[in-house]
């Protein structure tokens, strides 16, 4: 697995080049934040639209699909999950979330894929824990070919490489063995 961070941003995004981009939003998170609020800006009010219907839901595990091509042209889809309410987010529901995000990654047979982590867009976990916890849950679900692209604050991701390089250097020692 190969981990990389970058800033969230939308002349980011344009240059991210990735299968997929798998961003997650709490069911009562209104206007969405974070990544998916510059993705639902791009898409002038789409991602609010479809939620609005309720075309895109929160409940937790909800996931849904959106062709990006056209606003993004360096990304070929969206994936849109829900987390449930805001209230009561906790590190269960976070690990949770990254199961159902992983699993999306496997089925759909991701090899590279942007992802704002769980709860990040409205600081419902910080950062150090946010990573530490996705890299335990994948490290060993994901092979050493996939790319991963963390989105996030400049801030946030600084504070994530140190977990990041730990993991690198087990996985290398794994693999090397």
Not at 19 to 43: H, K, M, Q, S, Y
Not at 112 to 123: A, F, H, V
Not at 131 to 158: K, Q, V, Y
């Amino acid at each position: 697995m190969n981990v990389l961070f970058e800033q969230d941003g939308l002349e980011h995004l344009d240059q991210l080049g990735c299968e997929a981009l798998i961003l997650p939003f709490f069911d009562d998170e209104r206007p969405p934040r974070g990544t998916l609020g510059l993705v639902d800006w791009r898409f002038a009010g789409l991602v609010s639209r479809l939620i609005q219907r309720g075309v895109v839901r929160g409940e937790a595990g909800a996931t849904s699909l959106l062709p990006a091509r056209r606003r993004l042209p360096s990304i070929d889809k969206i994936f849109v999950l829900g987390l449930g309410p805001v209230d009561g987010f906790d590190a269960k529901r976070f690990e949770e979330a990254v199961q159902v995000i992983l699993d999306l990654a496997r089925r759909v047979k991701l090899r590279t894929m942007g992802l704002s982590l769980p709860g990040r867009s409205l600081d419902r976990i910080a950062p150090v824990p946010a990573i530490e916890a996705f890299l335990r849950i994948a490290e060993p679900l994901i092979d050493e070919a996939t790319a991963i692209t963390i989105l996030d604050r400049p801030d946030a991701l600084r504070a994530m490489e140190p977990a990041v390089a730990l993991v690198k250097r087990r996985m290398r020692a794994r693999f090397d063995a």
